[in-house]
């Protein structure tokens, strides 16, 4: 077993609501997660912080890459090979979610975004889920 750190798993996140309106961005974008990054560094009283990234292609994006660059004192980055999920801890909290989502009937898309943001915040106070999710993969939870 590998142990990942020495402060407890945290799950820091934004949602992003697709309305489908013409010009709408899909995703977040590099500012979005430059802003993320920032804001839990921050929550986190400064502490470091260590990302693994999928294969997104914000996450390749050149000025995402520059920013962490610039920040890499407190930033780092481990990178999956290219198709990985059972290496992401963050394919447990999806899988989780989707589970607690299945017989959902919402009647318009701001109704599905509450009810993910009410179910996500109920996994962030529920550290041992978290540390499920990391023991999942072979990993020591912190």
């Keep these: ?11 820091i996140y934004r949602t992003q609501t697709y309305q489908g309106r013409t010009g709408e961005k899909k995703g977040f974008r590099t500012r979005e997660c430059a802003e993320l990054i920032t804001t839990a560094h921050r929550q986190l009283d400064g502490a470091p912080l ?10 390749h994006a050149k000025p995402l890459r520059e ?7 407190w ?10 999920p059972d290496l992401n801890p963050a394919e447990g909290v999806w899988t989780h979610l989707k589970k607690s989502l299945a017989n959902l009937a919402p ?9 993910v943001k009410h179910r996500l915040r109920s996994v962030q106070h ?13 990993l020591e939870p912190p």
């Excluded at 009647?107 to 009810?115: C, H, Y």
Aim: with cysteine.
């Design 1 to 11: 077993m590998k142990r990942l750190c020495n402060s407890p798993a945290r799950l």
């Design 50 to 59: 260590i990302l693994v990234w999928d294969n997104a292609s914000t996450h």
């Design 67 to 73: 920013f962490c660059h610039r920040n890499s004192d």
């Design 75 to 84: 930033l780092t980055i481990v990178k999956l090979p290219l198709y990985a």
């Design 107 to 115: 009647r318009a898309i701001n109704d599905l975004t509450s009810v």
């Design 126 to 138: 529920r550290p041992e889920i978290l540390d499920g999710f990391i023991a999942g993969l072979g």
